[in-house]
């Protein structure tokens, strides 16, 4: 592959134009789309119904939640985050290869990709920990996606306006021993390379791992590095596209339809609905104390201590722990039961809790006002809404306590100092659900979880599972040889005959709500025409 050499274009985005040389007439979408990835410069256009909105939304955010969790299991560019990046791709059908014989369906997922895109974009520009988590992931997929085109990448890179300046061959002579040295690679034939000049501020990462010759503020960069400068085009890019569709939020806010959907799709939990309560009565209370141990997440396990020391849980607790049990099966009888017994051990008699707190707690059940079913809070739901204060007990420890706290803390639950650093490592980074994931492989002694971590009650479903299964092998073990299983449990699968769905705002929408949604009219603030 050989870039072309000349000046850098001015990268104004544009509509993609058709590519050059079609092999057979080509499809409306083949003129748009001519390439598996896109820079996504402009929104797509036409209508989509509410439904698609959501499906299509949702989708992509499975992608993007699977690329973080690939990315911290393996290293990027390694052939296993390649293999499991691929193997997501394909199972989301979301586009990443370019095929000699391109069929409708290959366009269609462009399509899809596109739209999904800018969906995100409205969802995920609401706040800076949004847009830097969305930037992140988008990022590592357009890596995946640039090197998946190999030998199309120059066509890409033309239609995009992206086109870096090769040295000539007397410049490369000159600098030849310095071009060698900070190549890192040894033995190079600088005579066999294509050297890239461009500003070093568009290269930052490379000067900083000294990877590339800095002279007179111009970096010269080998070809197998220019996916970093085009990384760094695209963060920017989307970085400034995000700040534009912020600009577009009161528009996006007074319409109903799309408001919710959009916060909601922020802190969407993708995978099962814990809202529909199965395994009801099979919880004993007696067992709380046991299982909060054993088998809570960190974030419910605080909420479980601190009810049990003071008697009391503030109201954004006593929802988050409240919902909890509730999707743990048990019942509205047990949970007043519960609730109160602790309560009345505290400051609060039996008169006031029945008259100021089984209110709530009937209401958490669908009993009293609305009479809505309240489902469980997910994971992004807990992390990004409603931060705890003074006094409050809610909230992710990954994400709302000190380092300096969080540290005792699982030292208290008997984490080893080499693997609470893993795990302030990762929180360290903003992963804070990566971190429970390790706290749940290290509690569990397993070596990897098997499983995208989104929700509690997800959790402790998992961590019963293995518990479980566990105590069925040593069981096992304990028997004659002839009677034991040839086929032990697979503790990390889903459970068979359960579908996951999605809890976003329209899931209970009514299906004939298919009034379109322009994107386009919507991002109308400050994208180009
Ligand atoms: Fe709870 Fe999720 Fe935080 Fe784990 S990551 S502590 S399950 S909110």
């Not at 900083?208 to 890019?237: D, M, S, T, W």
């Not at 993708?270 to 009565?281: A, C, E, H, L, M």
């Not at 204060?389 to 008997?414: A, E, M, N, T």
């Not at 293995?466 to 304990?478: A, P, Q, V, W």
Request: positive net charge; charged residues 25%.
């Amino acid at each position: 592959m050989e870039f072309r050499h000349g000046n850098r274009k001015n990268s104004r985005p544009s509509r993609p134009s058709k590519p050059s040389k079609p092999s057979r007439p080509l499809c409306p979408l083949a003129l748009v789309y001519p390439f598996p990835l896109q820079l996504y410069p402009l929104p797509p256009q036409g209508a989509v119904s509410l439904q698609q909105f959501e499906s299509l939304a949702v989708a992509r955010l499975k992608l993007l939640k699977s690329i973080e969790t690939i990315g911290i299991s393996y290293a990027r560019g390694s052939e296993n985050y390649n293999k499991k990046l691929e193997a997501e791709l394909r199972k989301l059908k979301f586009p990443y290869r370019v095929y000699s014989d391109e069929k409708m369906d290959e366009y269609e997922m462009r399509r899809k990709d596109h739209i999904s895109h800018f969906i995100l974009r409205l969802a995920y520009c609401q706040s800076e920990d949004l847009r830097r988590w969305f930037i992140q992931q988008e990022l590592d997929l357009f890596r995946f996606r640039f090197g998946e085109l190999h030998d199309k990448q120059q066509e890409f890179l033309e239609e995009n306006g992206l086109e870096y300046r090769a040295i000539e061959p007397e410049e490369r002579e000159r600098l030849s021993s310095k071009l060698q040295t900070s190549s890192g690679q040894t033995p190079v034939v600088i005579e066999d390379q294509i050297f890239y000049k461009v500003p070093f501020t568009d290269a930052l990462e490379l000067v900083r791992a000294r990877k590339a010759y800095l002279e007179k503020g111009l970096v010269y960069i080998p070809h197998h590095e220019i996916v970093i400068i085009i990384l760094n085009e695209f963060r920017q890019r989307l970085s400034k596209s995000l700040a534009l569709t912020s600009r577009s939020l009161p528009v996006i806010q007074s319409d109903e339809r799309l408001q919710p959907l959009l916060s909601n799709l922020s802190c969407a939990y993708v995978g099962q609905d814990y809202s529909v309560q199965r395994n009801v009565g099979k919880i004993s209370l007696d067992q709380l104390d046991s299982l909060a141990t054993k088998s809570y997440p960190p974030c419910m396990r605080q909420l479980h201590n601190a009810l049990r020391d003071n008697h009391h849980l503030r109201h954004g607790g006593r929802m988050q722990y409240g919902l909890y049990l509730k999707g743990l099966g048990l019942t509205l009888e047990q949970a007043l039961l519960f609730w109160k017994s602790e309560f009345i051990k505290g400051k609060v008699d039996p008169d006031k809790f029945d008259k100021s707190y089984a209110y709530n707690i009937r209401h958490n059940f669908g009993k009293e006002g609305k009479r809505t079913d309240y489902t469980p809070f997910s994971c992004m739901k807990i992390i990004l809404s409603n931060p705890p204060g003074q006094g409050d007990y809610h909230g992710c420890p990954f994400r709302h306590s000190d380092l300096d706290l969080l540290k005792p803390k699982l030292q208290s639950y008997k984490i080893s100092p080499a693997e609470i650093n893993q795990i302030l490592d990762l929180v360290k980074g903003m992963h804070y659900q990566l971190a429970c994931q390790k706290y749940f492989e290290l509690t569990h002694n397993i070596d990897e979880i098997g499983f995208s971590l989104n929700h509690p009650n997800q959790y402790f479903i998992e961590s019963q599972k293995i518990l479980n299964s566990s105590r069925d092998t040593k069981k096992e073990s304990n028997q004659p040889e002839s009677s034991q299983r040839s086929q032990p449990s697979q503790p990390s699968q889903p459970p068979k005959g359960e579908s996951a769905s999605v809890s976003t705002a329209t899931s209970q929408a009514e299906s004939t709500d298919v009034e379109g949604i322009n994107i386009e009219e919507l991002l109308s603030e400050g994208y180009p025409e």
